[in-house]
């Protein structure tokens, strides 16, 4: 099941839905009810699982889109239920619960007592469990290992229960990589999809292959003396003759400003430093060591130029974040251009 939420982490939620069932994928995850929708009015027709809170206001729009909740707490159970009660068929819902990650879930006894009291709703078709890992990433396992063991708890309650639950879930990426027995009947891969992850270089990972680049062109060069400044505030001063390139990308295009005075491009298959502070719509970087470069030049910000390179992992690097943040970032104004491989 893979996670197309965030615009597909910033590479078009419908485009990459679309490939992924090409590709034999049959059933999505959002994260709102809202990504669930604009997924369904471009024709995606599989399940679609929405993993963020539902909202009495969104129940409508739900059960017109056919969409599938997470239900994480008793009273969106209830609401879900009563809405359900007029539908034809039992509405399928994924139950989540709370195994450490201190966000979204129910605690080990409100699932008991949604579980055992009989009391579940008969309207509704509990078609999967879940829990989502807070360290599958991180440095060991050992919170991983724990969280694992309370989610199998949960799994026995509910088969003890007598329910039969079709679709049990809870890897992530880092799950997928490195923790083969939290498999069970599904997958939840977000960030490996499009080519990363974050994983300590002490784990084996797959060699995965970024599959999204950001590319601009040079809108305007000029030359300025020693003592020159460039962009607002004067942080970047020349210290000799400087020729700069202008850029149209900014932070309103997912370009952060801490960016400043810190990021690199690739021009002409070098790389060049980002001068002064990164503005809204526009960037400027050094240019003096390629004399050659001119108006129009492709300027690559994610991708590979020559023999050089640079991924979300190096900006993410420079801006103190990681390449979750700058995929997601990327704004939705920037036009997105798709290439079969
Ligand atoms: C985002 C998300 C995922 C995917 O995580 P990655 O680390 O990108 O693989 C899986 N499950 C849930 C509940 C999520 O919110």
Redesign the pocket.
């Known amino acids: 099941m893979p996670?197309v939420?965030a615009n597909a982490y910033g590479h078009g939620a419908i485009q990459a839905a679309q490939t992924l069932i090409q590709h034999g994928v049959t059933r999505l995850a959002v994260f709102s009810t809202a990504e669930g929708v604009v997924l369904r009015q471009a024709g995606v027709t599989v399940p679609i699982v929405t993993?963020g809170p539902v909202f009495p206001q969104q129940i409508n729009a739900l059960f017109s889109y056919r969409l599938t909740p997470v239900v994480s707490d008793c009273s969106t159970l209830e609401s879900i239920a009563q809405h359900a009660a007029s539908q034809a068929t039992r509405w399928p819902i994924h139950l989540k619960v709370e195994t450490g990650m201190g966000r979204l879930g129910l605690s080990e006894r409100e699932l008991e007592s949604v579980i055992n009291t009989q009391k579940f709703p008969s309207s509704l078709h509990l078609e999967g469990l879940m829990s989502?890992f807070a360290d599958s990433d991180g440095p060991d396992s050992i919170a991983t290992e724990e969280q694992l063991r309370r989610f199998n708890r949960a799994i026995r309650v509910v088969v003890d229960g007598g329910f039969h639950v079709p679709l049990i879930h809870l890897a992530?990426?880092?799950g997928v990589i490195r923790v083969p027995s939290s498999h069970f009947t599904l997958v939840?891969?977000?960030?490996?999809l499009y080519g990363y992850h974050t994983l300590p270089s002490t784990v084996p990972a797959p060699d995965l292959q970024p599959v999204l680049s950001l590319t601009t062109h040079i809108a305007q060069l000029r030359t300025i003396q020693p003592g020159g400044t460039v962009s607002y505030n004067q942080t970047f001063t020349a210290q000799r003759l400087t020729r700069i390139a202008i850029l149209p990308i900014g932070y309103a295009d997912g370009l952060s400003r801490r960016l400043s005075n810190r990021g690199h491009v690739l021009i002409r298959g070098q790389r060049v430093p980002i001068v002064g502070l990164v503005c809204m719509d526009m960037v400027m970087v050094d240019v003096t060591t390629l004399p050659d470069t001119t108006i129009g030049d492709e300027v690559v910000l994610i991708g590979q130029q020559g023999n050089e390179r640079l991924t979300a992992g190096d900006i993410a690097q420079w801006a103190g974040t990681i390449s979750?943040e700058v995929l997601c970032a990327i704004s939705p104004k920037i036009p997105r251009l798709y290439h079969p491989s």
């Open positions: 996670v939420k993993l989502h992530n990426s880092g939840r891969p977000g960030i490996m979750y």
